[in-house]
């Protein structure tokens, strides 16, 4: 295999940075990385890390779970929740993303809205929908007479899934915790979420959201005071591959408009 066809492969796997000059495959325990190893070149290079074996999931997810609601729970603001998730180790995304992704926003908007997980350009920048999605979600918030001053945007997920792959039931897991607490300090008139996953996490639902758009859902927990107004959206990504699917989302982005302005 030449280099051109190696680099080639890299791509269709869905290597599509370059993070340092020496690969490391991170799925390895820390003492099975020989120093030598990493200070070979690209051409042997272990498998992609979207090819690789997935991690185990062992009984010790439990213990992150854990670990997560009570770092979770003991913030008290969305600053506070930001430092806690700087310090928590339980999420193996952390590990080959270059920075937390959280929110963007104004924390005291009256609409949250919780995407999949970070891309390429939301990993590089350490914000949230900040690349081609991130530019379409601008423009739908702008038709209803948003912009990122009236809104909070955060993701089900806080650190880029490798290859921009759907997160897994334990990285989506252990954030959890995270996106509860966050929509408890938040307490915003309306919860939305973009795309499958956010919805199957945050409304408990197993339809696709081309069944559950337009619908209206509750979202609550012990702590809010009273459930929450919650929908889902197609994901941006989504309406980027397919645009006939934008006249629905312009007619779920109307009745939200209406419920912020209803009082
Ligand atoms: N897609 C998401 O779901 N979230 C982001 O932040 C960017 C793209």
Redesign the pocket.
């Known amino acids: 295999m030449t280099s051109q066809e190696l680099l080639r492969w890299y791509v269709e796997a869905g290597v599509d940075e370059t993070i340092s000059e020496q690969p490391v495959n991170r799925f390895l325990k820390p003492e099975a990385i020989q120093p030598e190893a990493k200070q070979k070149g690209l051409a042997d290079a272990a498998p992609p890390s979207s090819l690789a074996p997935p991690p185990e999931i062992s009984g010790s997810a439990n213990g992150e779970v854990t670990s997560a609601v009570h770092l979770a729970q003991a913030a008290q603001t969305v600053d506070e929740l930001k430092a806690a998730l700087e310090t928590f180790d339980g999420c193996g995304l952390k590990k080959t993303a270059t920075n937390l ?1 959280f929110t963007d926003g104004n924390a005291a908007a009256p609409i949250l809205f919780i ?5 390429a350009e ?1 990993d590089r920048q350490g914000l ?2 900040v ?1 081609p ?2 530019k379409l979600l601008d423009k739908m918030l702008a038709s209803i007479g948003l912009d990122r001053s009236g809104v909070l945007i955060s ?1 089900t997920v806080f650190w880029r899934p490798p290859g921009n792959r759907t997160p897994s039931a334990l990285e989506t897991a252990v954030c959890l915790p995270f996106i509860e607490r966050l929509i408890e300090l938040v307490d915003p008139k309306i919860l939305v979420t ?2 499958g996953p956010a919805a199957k996490s945050l409304l408990a639902q197993t339809q696709g959201v081309g069944r559950l758009r337009g619908r209206w859902f509750t979202y609550s927990t012990p702590k809010l005071s009273h459930p929450i107004d919650a929908t889902a959206m197609f ?1 941006p ?1 989504y309406l980027l591959r397919s645009p006939g699917q934008k006249r629905d989302t312009w007619r779920d982005l109307l009745e939200i408009k209406r419920r912020l302005q209803s009082s």
């Open positions: 992704v995407g999949e997980g970070p891309g939301e949230p929908f690349g999605s991130g993701n973009l795309g994901h990504a």
